[in-house]
T-cell receptor, first 113, second 112 residues
Framework: NAGVTQTPKFQVLKTGQSMTLQCAQD?????MYWYRQDPGMGLRLIYY???????DKGEVPNGYNVSRLNKREFSLRLESAAPSQTSVYFC????????????FGNGTRLTVT | DQQVKQNSPSLSVQEGRISILNCDYT??????FLWYKKYPAEGPTFLIS?????DKNEDGRFTVFLNKSAKHLSLHIVPSQPGDSAVYFC???????????FGQGTRLTINP
C-alpha cells in the first residue's frame, strides 16, 4: 500500500544547481499536485495536473516546471535553484480533483545554500 | 492575499477536554471545506470535510461546523487524546476550480 511516493526525502543544492523531484502514485488517481510548505505560510500550490496530459499553474509557479509523465508520475523540476526555494515539497493526488480529498506523500526537504 | 486564515498558530488543551480549531475565509465562491492533520516528517492526511450546503458534519470524535454568513468554520475534537497532537490545516475550494487553498495551520498539543 504505497500510496504516494516521493523521492528524494532530503536534498541540499547550491544556488544555480538544478534538480528534479519525483512523485508516483499507485491509486489510479487522475489529478496530481505539487505543494510547498513554509513556516507560517501553510501549503501553497505550485503546479497541478487535473488529468494525464494536462498541467496548470498554481499560486507560486515561478522557478519551477512540471511534467506529467503518465497517469502515475508527476515530476517537479527546479532549473536554477535559489535560496528562496528552500522548503518542504509535497506531492499529492486525488481521484477526480475538485473537493475530493488529497493523498499526500511524505515530502522532500530541500535546502538551497 | 490569504484567502484562508487560521489565526491561532498554536493551541494547548488538556487530555479529555474539547479542542476547537478555527478557520476564516474570504472568498465567497468557496463551496467545499476540508481539514487535514499532519504529524512531523509525514504528509498531511485528510480528516473531515463539509459542503457549503451543510452547517455541520460529524465523524466520530471530530465535528466540523460551517457558518457561511460569517465565512467561518471550526473543527471540534472531543474528547481530545494525546494522539491528536499534530498540525491541523483548514482548506477550501471552489469546486468549479481545481485549486485547493490551505490555511497556515494550527499546532495542537494535547497535555496529559
Amino acid at each position: 500500500n504505497a500510496g504516494v511516493t516521493q523521492t528524494p526525502k532530503f536534498q541540499v543544492l547550491k544556488t544555480g544547481q538544478s534538480m528534479t523531484l519525483q512523485c508516483a502514485q499507485d491509486m489510479n488517481h487522475n489529478s496530481m499536485y505539487w505543494y510547498r510548505q513554509d513556516p507560517g505560510m501553510g501549503l501553497r500550490l505550485i503546479y497541478y495536473s487535473a488529468s494525464e496530459g494536462t498541467t496548470d499553474k498554481g499560486e507560486v509557479p515561478n522557478g519551477y516546471n512540471v511534467s506529467r509523465l503518465n497517469k502515475r508520475e508527476f515530476s517537479l523540476r527546479l532549473e536554477s535553484a535559489a535560496p528562496s526555494q528552500t522548503s518542504v515539497y509535497f506531492c499529492a493526488s486525488s481521484e477526480i480533483g475538485g473537493g475530493s480529498p488529497l493523498h499526500f506523500g511524505n515530502g522532500t526537504r530541500l535546502t538551497v545554500t | 492575499d490569504q484567502q484562508v486564515k487560521q489565526n491561532s498558530p498554536s493551541l494547548s488543551v488538556q487530555e479529555g477536554r474539547i479542542s476547537i480549531l478555527n478557520c476564516d475565509y474570504t472568498n465567497s465562491m468557496f463551496d467545499y471545506f476540508l481539514w487535514y492533520k499532519k504529524y512531523p516528517a509525514e504528509g498531511p492526511t485528510f480528516l473531515i470535510s463539509i459542503s457549503s450546503i451543510k452547517d455541520k458534519n460529524e465523524d466520530g470524535r471530530f465535528t466540523v461546523f460551517l457558518n457561511k454568513s460569517a465565512k467561518h468554520l471550526s473543527l471540534h475534537i472531543v474528547p481530545s487524546q494525546p494522539g491528536d497532537s499534530a498540525v491541523y490545516f483548514c482548506a477550501a475550494i471552489d469546486q468549479g476550480a481545481q485549486k485547493l487553498v490551505f490555511g497556515q495551520g494550527t499546532r495542537l498539543t494535547i497535555n496529559p
